[in-house]
Nanobody, 117 residues
Framework: QVQLVESGGGLVQAGGSLRLSCAASGSIFSINRMGWYRQAPGKQRELVGTITRGGNTNYADSVKGRFIISRDNARNTVYLQMNSLKPEDTAVYYC???????????WGQGTQVTVSS
């Protein structure tokens, strides 16, 4: 079965940095887009950013200039480097993968990021 395993969450002070990782494994054929979403308490899940197989990225306006998405296609892994963190970045962060051709979507288990003021 396809599994997305996330790691790297934790507690950090405002202005600090954190790096999240998400590795896909299992019977997935080929990965198209990879990305990150987040969900804060009482709020809807929102897009953080995505990255294509070729390395093209897009980001939500709220994180643009602070967060960087990268990927290692050989390892089916996507990363989220978070810099200049703010308390409003506090959320559960979920990675996702879009399978090539089928466009099936897979989600990671989520990792908590807490930014203290």
């Amino acid at each position: 079965q396809v599994q997305l395993v996330e790691s790297g969450g934790g507690l950090v002070q405002a202005g600090g940095s954190l790096r999240l990782s998400c590795a896909a494994s299992g019977s997935i054929f080929s990965i198209n887009r990879m990305g990150w979403y987040r969900q804060a308490p009482g709020k809807q899940r929102e897009l953080v950013g995505t990255i294509t197989r070729g390395g093209n990225t897009n980001y939500a306006d709220s994180v643009k200039g602070r967060f960087i998405i990268s990927r290692d296609n050989a390892r089916n892994t996507v990363y989220l480097q978070m810099n200049s963190l703010k308390p409003e970045d506090t959320a559960v962060y979920y990675c996702n993968v879009v399978e090539n051709l089928s466009n099936k979507i897979y989600w990671g288990q989520g990792t908590q990021v807490t930014v203290s003021s």
